[in-house]
């Protein structure tokens, strides 16, 4: 069992949460009557194994860095590192070839994740402020991968608005490791502040942007009582502001704060049951 336990956090399968985000576009489309669960499911399956690859070659980069930073709950015998390598990207290229014969319209997008993370391993890392904007791009890339398996459209106002909350957890997660004296990022005390700055900044241009999204004419179209979409614009706002406080207190990995915040579990669920039963085309 114990295995068990190392495999499931080597591999982050606690991280698969995070890929729910493909379905967003949905929600946000209104498009809940057209969706084939076996599709869902094997949408979220194809991205969650193609993240976990993408982490295992991460962790086995990061891990000499990570004893020294982390409380690791794996273990990994760097002496086969090459051995890994290898398992990674068989696996990488079986689940490509598996997505040419069944899938080719996620492909691209699944190749663009792959060439992005191995950039991103390999040099984005270690800069500043690209590091945190390609961890966003990871989270769009999630996003568009749904638009296309839903074949969605997306807004916007709704790029805008996941870019803006995406920045500011990743800038977030700096200011934590930058707390915790993470040894492995190109940040210092001096680069706090401005951080700082810039994570509250995205979080007031998220909002911003929501509510832009609710005065807009066209946006009535989509919902039943124009009222509790403002009701949604006040949860987002407490959303991100709860975020934003305890956050700064707790330095919680953004996964823990997800389960471990009940204030955030209330709010994000009356935000989503409100948008949901506010569509007109629930």
Same mark, same amino acid.
């Given at each position: 069992?114990?295995?068990?336990?190392?495999? @499931?956090?080597?591999?982050?399968?606690?991280?698969?949460?995070?890929?729910?985000?493909?379905?967003?576009?949905?929600?946000?489309?209104?498009?809940?009557?057209?969706?084939?669960?076996?599709?869902?499911?094997?949408?979220?399956?194809?991205?969650?194994?193609?993240?976990?690859?993408?982490?295992?070659?991460?962790?086995?980069?990061?891990?000499?860095?990570?004893?020294?930073?982390?409380?690791?709950?794996?273990?990994?015998?760097?002496?086969?590192?090459?051995?890994?390598?290898?398992?990674?990207?068989?696996?990488?290229?079986?689940?490509?070839?598996?997505?040419?014969?069944?899938?080719?319209?996620?492909?691209?997008?699944?190749? @663009?994740?792959?060439?992005?993370?191995?950039?991103?391993?390999?040099?984005?890392?270690?800069?500043?402020?690209?590091?945190?904007?390609?961890?966003?791009?990871?989270?769009?890339?999630?996003?568009?991968?749904?638009?296309?398996?839903?074949?969605?459209?997306?807004?916007?106002?709704?790029?805008?608005?996941?870019?803006?909350?995406?920045?500011?957890?990743?800038?977030?997660?700096?200011?934590?490791?930058?707390?915790?004296?993470?040894?492995?990022?190109?940040?210092?005390?001096?680069?706090?502040?401005?951080?700082?700055?810039?994570?509250?900044?995205?979080?007031?241009?998220?909002?911003?942007? @929501?509510?832009?999204?609710?005065?807009?004419?066209?946006?009535?179209?989509?919902?039943?009582?124009?009222?509790?979409?403002?009701?949604?614009?006040?949860?987002?706002?407490?959303?991100?502001?709860?975020?934003?406080?305890?956050?700064?207190?707790?330095?919680?990995?953004?996964?823990?704060?997800?389960?471990?915040?009940?204030?955030?579990?209330?709010?994000?669920?009356?935000? @989503?049951?409100?948008?949901?039963?506010?569509?007109?085309?629930?």
């Amino acid at each position: 069992m114990s295995k068990i336990k190392e495999y @499931f956090f080597l591999f982050k399968v606690h991280h698969w949460i995070k890929n729910l985000s493909i379905f967003l576009p949905v929600i946000a489309s209104h498009s809940y009557l057209n969706l084939s669960t076996v599709a869902c499911l094997m949408h979220f399956i194809n991205f969650s194994i193609l993240a976990s690859i993408i982490y295992l070659i991460n962790n086995i980069s990061d891990y000499k860095a990570d004893i020294i930073n982390k409380k690791l709950r794996y273990k990994l015998n760097l002496d086969r590192k090459k051995y890994y390598y290898y398992l990674s990207t068989l696996a990488i290229i079986i689940q490509i070839i598996l997505l040419y014969v069944f899938s080719r319209d996620v492909l691209i997008i699944c190749l @663009f994740y792959v060439l992005l993370s191995i950039t991103y391993n390999q040099f984005l890392k270690n800069h500043k402020y690209f590091d945190v904007l390609t961890i966003s791009i990871f989270h769009i890339l999630r996003i568009y991968y749904g638009a296309v398996v839903f074949e969605i459209t997306l807004s916007f106002y709704f790029i805008l608005f996941c870019f803006s909350i995406f920045l500011m957890i990743g800038l977030n997660k700096r200011i934590i490791e930058i707390q915790k004296n993470f040894t492995n990022r190109p940040y210092n005390l001096n680069d706090k502040k401005r951080l700082n700055f810039l994570q509250v900044l995205f979080g007031i241009l998220a909002v911003l942007t @929501f509510l832009f999204y609710c005065i807009d004419p066209l946006t009535s179209q989509y919902f039943l009582n124009q009222s509790f979409l403002y009701l949604n614009s006040i949860l987002i706002i407490l959303i991100i502001g709860n975020y934003l406080y305890f956050q700064r207190n707790m330095n919680q990995d953004i996964i823990v704060f997800i389960y471990k915040n009940k204030i955030n579990l209330v709010l994000v669920s009356s935000f @989503f049951i409100i948008f949901i039963k506010n569509s007109a085309f629930f």
